[in-house]
């Protein structure tokens, strides 16, 4: 059984850090791991998933609160923790409460299911100690699986659809909106088939893989965009069409604009749901003219004339 890591450890911060000293460390080891850096590495691929699926638990108050509660269990789809905790209440009392059921009034019944045979056949299931049935109950094993979808998809959400070799229809699985390049996806009761008769199947395990995009790049939910534009552009000024995930939008360009120059236009980059959409940082690209045309050339050496006789100027190391 393999046993799991300690998140904090994977990262290599304090349990007491703050979420800004995770979040940059986190940065710094996800440019050093990332796949495009270390192509054909797995040992590297490896590490980035885990360093990944730590940021993603510890960089989030809520999940970081239930982990550092429960452990990865409360990361669990479905996982409920005042359930959980009425029933660790209930053990440290050695199982008796008030009126036969967990403490702060919630009932054995209520977590475990109302019918069936009785409480004693739901404790014999619950510890594989059926109670005169002859056989145990027993969960399927979980089965790990990969996807890769572009990056427009993990940005804005998707559906894929997915075929397990010999596990009967396709399934429908719904990517959520900001999904990370290994970031996890669990799907409840598509994986392996109980080993026993009454047994819960278990469940698929998604790693998620995102192809980069020729000019959008990511930094958490913030994104960047390389975007060209014309030497007039630059010089003038201008108002330029500007892609977004959510459709195109118009920036102006503000006169005598420098390549490298940067313009945030808020609340345009990754929207997960529960967080404050990110914002989108479009670094301006100036495009010199290929043209060998005589007016071009000329055109350019009065450009030539009126620039500083050398803009490197300063510039030390």
């Known amino acids: 059984m393999q046993v799991a890591k300690d998140l904090y450890a994977v990262l290599g911060v304090d ?8 979040k940059k460390t986190f940065r710094k080891l996800a440019a050093k791991l990332h796949p495009d850096r270390n192509p054909g590495d797995k040992a590297s691929e490896a ?20 982990y550092d ?27 008796r409460a008030p009126g ?3 403490p702060g009034g919630v009932r054995i019944e209520d977590i475990f299911g109302g019918g069936g045979g009785g409480i004693g056949d739901v404790f014999g299931d619950l510890f594989n100690r059926g109670r005169g049935r002859g056989h145990r109950r027993a969960r399927g094993s979980d089965v790990e699986g990969e996807i890769t979808i572009d990056f427009a998809s993990a940005v804005r959400g998707t559906t894929v659809q997915l075929a397990r070799h010999g596990a009967g229809e396709p ?48 930094d958490g939910d913030h994104l960047h965009l390389e975007l060209p534009i014309t030497i007039a552009e630059a010089y003038f000024g201008a108002k330029v069409r500007v892609p977004t995930f959510e459709g195109p939008v118009t920036m102006k360009v503000p006169a005598h604009a420098q390549g490298g120059q940067t313009m945030r236009l808020r609340g ?7 967080h404050e959409p990110g914002d989108l940082y479009v670094h301006f690209q100036i495009v010199v003219p290929t043209s060998d ?25």
């Open 171 to 218: 399934i429908q699985v719904r990517i959520p909106a900001g999904a990370d390049d290994g970031a996890r996806v669990r799907i409840a009761g598509h994986g392996e088939p109980a080993p026993v008769a009454n047994g819960a199947p278990g469940d698929l395990l998604l790693t998620v893989h995102v192809r980069p995009h020729p000019r959008f790049r990511r």
């Open 268 to 274: 345009k980059g990754v929207a997960r749901k529960g």
């Open 69 to 95: 509660e429960f452990g990865e269990e409360g990361l669990r789809e479905g996982f409920d923790p005042e359930q959980q905790r009425a029933y660790r209440a209930w053990q440290q009392q050695g199982g």
């Open 15 to 22: 349990k007491g850090a703050d979420t800004e000293t995770i």
């Open 100 to 102: 036969g059921g967990f």
């Open 293 to 317: 045309e005589p007016a071009v050339q000329r055109a350019i050496e009065e450009i030539a004339k009126a620039q500083p006789a050398d803009p490197r100027e300063g510039i030390e190391v």
């Open 47 to 66: 590490r980035f998933k885990e360093v990944n699926h730590a940021h993603e638990v510890l960089a989030d108050p809520k999940k970081r609160a239930l």
